[in-house]
């Protein structure tokens, strides 16, 4: 009975039937299309560098985890783009407040930071002096009775593994001429290397330094010199001319553009103006692409 049913309902709506069997089967590819293309994008490591204030604003999203990378002067200001940055993104917490060097004003700006922002954990490096300790303390008390985790990393010999990407920072050092540390950190996602410079990073004669930059740069598909740091005084050619993948240059500035005179680049830089930034998307395909605004 079922069968001679079933033959007759289908004989009768087999058109009907027919159509409602392909939009299934349409949405049932559909969905799979959107979940693999889904977990593409998931597996992309999305970094944003701006420019606020002289100041380096940088966020990197990588496997669903946001982070914020304080390179700036310790300002509110810049944190707080920062963390603008990340919710136009979609983001509704900042996993990781990563600091690459100190100053007094951190403990306010993370103060101000916590009263309505989502923070799970501080990154900070390892106290090198008396007053970095000092702000490091301060630092971890706030952090500590907001329920934040704070964790500390030696710079220039840890791996910072953040989802899809691994961030290493140079080792943090300071030029006679100024109080402010030459900021540099390398990114590795996807077998694409970004390397990140600040002032100063052409001048700086600590072995430790100039051996782990100078093999940074042999490898790095992306280059972005940042404007925080001791002020630029010589050019930065001799560090360019290390550079056998380079793809990609990002300058913070146009002054920036005078130290790069006398380099017969292959590539056009991208120049920030100060409220610019520079997006760039390294995809899990290993490729990568740079967006500036």
């Known amino acids: 009975v079922c069968i001679l049913l ?3 309902f289908y004989k009768k709506y087999r058109t009907t039937l027919t159509f409602f069997a392909a939009f299934a089967v349409f949405c049932g590819m559909l969905a799979v299309g959107i979940s693999v293309h889904n977990e593409l994008v998931r597996e992309d490591v999305i970094l944003t ?3 606020y204030k002289k100041n380096d604003v940088v966020t990197l999203i990588s496997d669903g985890c946001s982070v914020l990378i304080d390179d700036s002067d310790g300002a509110y200001t810049s944190a707080s783009a920062g963390w603008e940055q990340l919710s136009a993104q979609n983001q509704t917490e900042i996993d ?5 060097h100190y100053h007094d004003r951190h403990a306010v700006t993370l103060s101000k930071m916590l009263h309505d922002t989502i923070i799970r954990q ?3 490096p390892e106290p090198q002096t008396d007053d970095e300790l000092r702000i490091a303390e301060k630092l971890s008390d706030i952090a500590g009775n907001a329920g934040v985790k704070v964790q500390r990393y030696r710079a220039g010999s840890d791996m910072l593994t953040i989802g899809f990407a691994e961030i290493a920072p140079l080792p943090r050092v300071y030029l ?3 109080t402010q540390p030459v900021i540099g950190w390398t990114l590795y996602a996807h077998g694409q290397t970004l390397l990140l410079l600040g002032g100063g990073a052409a001048e700086a004669e600590d072995t430790v330094f100039t051996n782990q930059r100078d093999t940074a740069l042999l490898r790095a598909n992306t280059i972005l010199f940042g404007i ?3 002020k630029y005084k010589n050019t930065v050619t001799p560090l360019l001319q290390q550079c056998a993948a380079l793809e990609r240059l990002v300058l913070a500035s146009e002054e920036l553009s005078v130290f790069c005179d006398g380099m017969d680049l ?3 830089p991208l120049v920030l103006s100060d409220g610019d930034s520079a997006q760039i998307r390294i995809r899990c395909e290993k490729n990568c692409s740079v967006h500036g605004n």
């Open 96 to 100: 990781v407040y990563m600091l690459t």
């Open 49 to 51: 560098y701006s420019v």
């Open 176 to 178: 006679d001429r100024s």
């Open 6 to 8: 079933g033959g007759f």
């Open 266 to 268: 292959d590539i056009e």
């Open 122 to 124: 501080l990154l900070i």
């Open 228 to 230: 925080h740091g001791p």
